[in-house]
Structures are given as C-alpha cells and as structure tokens.
C-alpha cells in the first residue's frame, strides 16, 4: 500500500500522524514530492468482503465530488494488499472551538444554515431515523430528504488562517428531518461549556428547529440517550463513555422525556 501511494504523492519524505479520522485505521499527513496529502485508510475483512471502516470510506469517496464547498477535495483512491486507501487535498487549518462566545460558533452556525439549504445529493443513501428504529416503533419524525453531516463535532469543523471553514469526516451523511442536523450538534455544545439550556437557546437560530413538535424533540433526546448506553454496553471505545454522558445530561435538562412506544 505504501507503494501505491507514492506512486501518487512521489517519494515519500514523511508520515506523521494526523487529527481526526476516527473512522478509519490509519489517518496520516503524507508528505511528498508533490507536497502534503491527507490520507485516510482501512484494511478489508477479506478480498471479497468490506469491513466497517471501509465502507465509511466509500461513503466518503461517493459524497465528496457533491459537497465541493465544504470539503477538502478527493484526490486518489487506491486499493491493494487487502486495504483501502483514500487521498485528499490537506488542508492547513485547526479544529473549531464551541465554548461560549467563541467566534468560531458563527462559523458553525453558517456551516449549517448553508448545508440546509442545498438538495441532498443522490450518493447519500443512509437514513438517518434507522439509527433509532431498534428503540422506538415510529421514528418517523427523524426522517426526511434533507442533507445532514450527522457528526459537527469540533473536530470536523477546520478553520484556515484566512478563516476559511472545511467540513470533513462525511463518513455518516444521512438524509433525514433538517432539524436532527441542529440536535447532534446540541450535545458538542454542552461538551464545550455550554449550560443545555444555553446550547437550546443557540438552535432557536434554525427554522428547522424551531418548526419542529418539542414533543418528538423530548423523544429524539431520550432515544439518543438510550441508544448511546446500548452502544457504550456493546462496544469499548474512548468516545462512548463521553457521548453518552453528554446525551443522558441532556435528557435530564428535559426534565422526563417521553419514553418510546414499544
């Protein structure tokens, strides 16, 4: 694999390990004779048969020629020695900061104003109200046919020195109900400082928000809640732990949310 990517970016000069990436098993820096490529990659469960992380990646792949003027741009692809490797332009930027009056939150909340307001492109496939269809009889409220990110946490948002702003990670765009976009971001607001109520005060901002039943809002927060502490239960991984502590505060601040009918 290694030699396959400098047949793309030239002689290697360095690999040095990049923020981000969560999604795949190698996230690097890759520095060549053509200058400085992203590279994010993951090995197959076997010749014939992707893993997890490899389908992220070609979700990734699909999306990126239709979200132009948010994401840095794919440059390569290459699959060899059972892996698949994902090329994109590098972009020189730090992560946003959420915490209260940061300027970076404008950033933020232009990022998700301007995703509301284009089509969601064909490649975008996934539901996003199937991520609590196993807790709930009707999560219909969730679907939709808008575009969502799903994951605008501080990481994702990068801002260049000329206060350029780049949304990468697009491993879990989703079509759903817009107002979800707002409702995932909600909890990296908490996270970052923000009193729950303070971060709900923030989305008013957004239509989408604003027009949604505070009712299916009470029953998103508490099954996203739920869904958190049955994948903390399943699976260790440094986030878990973090995201759901974030979601059961939340739902707390809603004062007894509605329970799912089952």
């Not at 491993?171 to 400082?193: M, N, T, Y």
Request: aromatic share 8%; hydrophobic share 45%.
């Amino acid at each position: 694999m290694r030699e396959a990517i400098a047949e793309r970016t030239g002689v290697i000069r360095n690999v040095q390990e990049a923020l981000g990436g969560s999604n795949s098993d190698l996230a690097v820096v890759v520095t060549g004779a053509s200058g400085r490529t992203f590279v994010k990659a993951a090995p197959k469960v076997s010749p014939d048969e992707d893993g997890r992380q490899v389908r992220a990646l070609r979700r990734e792949v699909a999306i990126n020629p239709c979200v132009p003027e948010f994401a840095p741009r794919l440059l390569w692809t290459v699959e060899t020695g059972g892996w698949l490797a994902v090329g994109s332009e590098y972009v020189e930027g730090r992560e946003a900061d959420y915490s209260p009056g940061s300027p970076d939150l404008a950033a933020l909340t232009e990022a998700i104003h301007h995703l509301q307001a284009i089509p969601c492109p064909d490649p975008v496939v996934m539901r996003v109200e199937r991520r609590w269809e196993a807790l709930a009889d009707d999560v219909s409220p969730m679907a939709g046919n808008a575009l969502l990110h799903t994951d605008l946490n501080p990481n994702n948002l990068l801002i260049t020195a000329d206060q350029c702003v780049y949304v990468v990670d697009w491993a879990f765009a989703s079509r759903g109900a817009p107002w979800v976009e707002v409702g995932q971001v909600i909890p990296w607001l908490i996270h970052a400082g923000h009193a729950p109520a303070e971060a709900e005060q923030w989305a008013m901002q957004f239509p989408s928000w604003m027009d949604a039943d505070p009712v299916i809002i009470d029953r998103y927060v508490y099954l996203t809640a739920e869904r958190w502490a049955q994948i903390s239960a399943a699976r260790a991984a440094p986030n878990v732990p973090v995201n759901l502590s974030l979601a059961r505060r939340w739902a707390s601040h809603r004062q007894g949310p509605h329970q799912p009918n089952r």
